[in-house]
């Protein structure tokens, strides 16, 4: 597309470069002013200052709904990963069944979470099952699955059927075959979809506010926060929680990125 | 190593992939210590009999009998044959060692017998400096050769070649042909290669099968099959050929004439009886190659014909001239090969010329 001419070239950099600045800079003004103190409702910018994070840190609530938060994260990965990894294997290369299970494993992701929620929140009720972590953890799991059950499957669909072949050529069992080529071959997918798991459990308000118990999660508490008015302190949460999450998403795309492109399928 | 002994044979084998019949009645044998080559172009079947073999798919019916017993349904993991696959299939999470001791490591081998023979495998695909390596590291030739050790190491009675060669450029497909062939001879191992290239059939193979629609078409020596084909697929496919349409004459001794659009042409049916068999006035075709087809002199009195030169190719070594000939100069387009010369060919575009093929080089197929 070297034919453009140099005006349109101009215009389109100028649009491209508007569209951007308008879309994120909100997401830099609270990273920036969580470096400055607040007086009388507005930033004041003569004196950069740390003292938002040591707020932060000295607020015990904030402490609590952190480790829970990281909690719900660890047991909704290991739940996910396992049974979204389990699903994968067992319709990879099945046809019957495999486009209806797909539509139910994408349904809560796709529906606003807010439904997703009270259907979880309406089915806890009926089987009786008191609200607490646990149906936290149950809610993130259902939200969540898609995205692993996806990676994965997209990771065993690029993986070359002769590699399974060979392994029983040489004289490979099934169990062998599974345990030494396909599970390596998956991990890097599977981490991947666990880091992506982990960032949406962490950043996930919605479902977890209608099915948690008394305990809350740190978007839940930032939420509440909110409701009680503007603090420094969240300037400085919120720039934690974008950090880390980019920090994860750059992550999952080292994971997820095929390394050898050149030994499959030339 | 008896290489009259039949290491496998298929009996009447069949596949269809659900209605769609891809196999007919395959009968094959295999010799101990051969390199067979099972030749044809793509969807004759070639590929799925290395399958069938190898059991990575089942069989639709008939049976494969491996030093006389069944083993048709024996599971792939039993089976001592190992394949080498169109793709190499290495495993890409393990290095080079790793990937060459698989087959001994699933089987609980010692560490360091797996160790011992690894290194020697490498040795002979002369890759030991590249143990370390992934596969993704390496060229296309040597991902080949650490292919090859691998199914080697197992020690298999039968190695399986699915066209291991097809993605390699032409200068190592050369070289590797000559590797093959060379390390066939040092492990005295069967070879059964499947390939869509008759050049690489030619070079490598003692006994090639010919494929052709889910029949085997012939099955021979190289010689055999170049200067003695059976029926038209295999005249045309193998090598370069001049096929003329005729009528069978009377059969003279180890000769027999055939009446076609040049006139009469003798041809050889030397140690082909069903040439000699077949009635007088059946269809048929006379085949001679391109290098057999000269210019006539005063001496040749057979098989002699006029055409014209429409065309001239200079191809290196040779030269190959299209030569329309028969009635009105029209009816029949020829091949003819002759050696290049420094100072240009003898042979000018749009001349006239008279030719001719010796009777023992013509050959007879049925149409």
Redesign the interface.
């Given at each position: 597309m070297s034919a453009l001419p140099r005006l349109s070239t101009i215009f389109l950099a100028a649009i491209t470069t508007l569209v951007a600045v308008l879309l994120y800079s909100p997401l830099f003004v609270p990273i920036v002013s969580s470096f400055f103190t607040i007086s009388h409702g507005s930033v004041d910018w003569s004196s950069p200052t740390l003292s938002t994070y040591v707020a932060l840190a000295e607020n015990h609530d904030m402490l609590v709904a952190l480790r829970t938060t990281l909690i719900v994260g660890v047991c909704t990965v290991i739940l996910s990963v396992v049974s979204g990894t389990l699903l994968a294997l067992y319709y990879h290369g099945r046809r019957s069944g495999r486009s209806l299970l797909q539509f139910i494993i994408f349904l809560p992701f796709l529906m606003p979470p807010i439904i997703s929620g009270l259907a979880l929140l309406i089915f806890f009720r009926e089987i009786g099952l008191e609200r607490s972590l646990l149906t936290v953890v149950i809610g993130h799991t259902v939200f969540v699955l898609a995205i692993v059950y996806r990676t994965v499957l997209m990771r065993l669909q690029s993986m070359?059927r002769?590699?399974v072949?060979?392994?029983?050529?040489?004289?490979?069992?099934g169990w062998?075959t599974f345990w030494?080529?396909i599970l390596?071959?998956l991990s890097s997918a599977m981490v991947g979809g666990a880091i992506l798991a982990f960032a949406l459990s962490f950043d996930e308000t919605m479902i977890t506010i209608l099915v948690t118990g008394t305990q809350s999660t740190l978007p839940v508490r930032l939420w509440a926060m909110m409701r009680l008015g503007f603090s420094p302190d969240i300037n400085a949460l919120v720039a934690l929680i974008l950090m880390f999450t980019v920090l994860l998403c750059v992550l999952a795309a080292r994971f997820l990125i095929p390394?050898?492109v050149?030994?499959?399928?030339? | 190593m008896n290489q009259n002994t039949d290491l496998l044979t298929l009996r009447s084998v069949s596949k269809s992939y659900g209605t769609v019949p891809v196999l007919h009645d395959i009968d094959l044998s295999i010799k101990d210590g051969e390199f067979l080559t099972v030749l044809g172009p793509s969807g004759s079947g070639k590929t799925t009999v290395l399958r069938l073999i190898?059991?990575?798919e089942p069989l639709t019916s008939g049976e494969i009998r491996l030093d006389g017993q069944d083993i048709s349904r024996m599971?792939?993991?039993?089976r001592p044959?190992?394949?080498v696959?169109?793709?190499?299939?290495?495993?890409?999470?393990l290095t080079v060692s790793g990937n060459v001791g698989?087959?001994l490591s699933?089987?609980h081998v010692q560490r360091k017998e797996i160790a011992r023979r690894v290194a020697e495998a490498l040795e002979l695909v002369q890759l030991g400096r590249f143990a370390d390596r992934?596969?993704?590291q390496l060229s296309?030739g040597q991902?080949q050769r650490v292919a090859l050790a691998?199914?080697l190491i197992?020690q298999p009675r039968l190695i399986l070649l699915d066209e291991p060669l097809a993605?390699l450029d032409l200068e190592l497909r050369r070289q590797m042909q000559v590797f093959l062939k060379s390390i066939q001879r040092e492990i005295r191992t069967t070879f059964l290669f499947v390939t869509h290239d008759q050049e690489e059939a030619i070079g490598m193979a003692d006994r090639i099968c010919v494929m052709e629609a889910g029949h085997i078409r012939q099955l021979g020596t190289p010689h055999d099959l170049y200067y003695r084909p059976n029926c038209e697929f295999v005249a045309r496919f193998f090598g370069e050929n001049n096929l003329v349409a005729g009528k069978l004459g009377p059969v003279q001794g180890e000769l027999r004439s055939i009446e076609t659009a040049l006139g009469r042409l003798i041809c050889s049916i030397s140690d082909q009886p069903h040439l000699k068999a077949a009635a007088e006035g059946a269809s048929a075709y006379a085949a001679f190659r391109p290098e057999a087809l000269h210019l006539a002199d005063a001496k040749d009195t057979d098989n002699r014909f006029s055409g014209t030169i429409s065309d001239l190719a200079f191809a290196g070594s040779s030269t190959v001239a299209t030569i329309a000939a028969g009635p009105d100069n029209a009816a029949q387009r020829l091949r003819l090969r002759v050696p290049s010369r420094v100072d240009g060919s003898a042979l000018r575009s749009g001349e006239a010329v008279s030719l001719s093929f010796a009777p023992h080089e013509g050959h007879l197929v049925l149409a």
């Open positions: 070359s002769t590699l072949e060979a392994s029983y050529d040489l004289g490979a069992t062998q030494r080529i390596p071959n390394r050898q050149a030994t499959e399928r030339t | 190898g059991g990575l599971p792939i993991n039993r044959f190992n394949t696959f169109q793709d190499y299939a290495l495993f890409p999470h698989y087959g699933v089987r992934f596969p993704a296309g991902r691998r199914a197992c993605a």
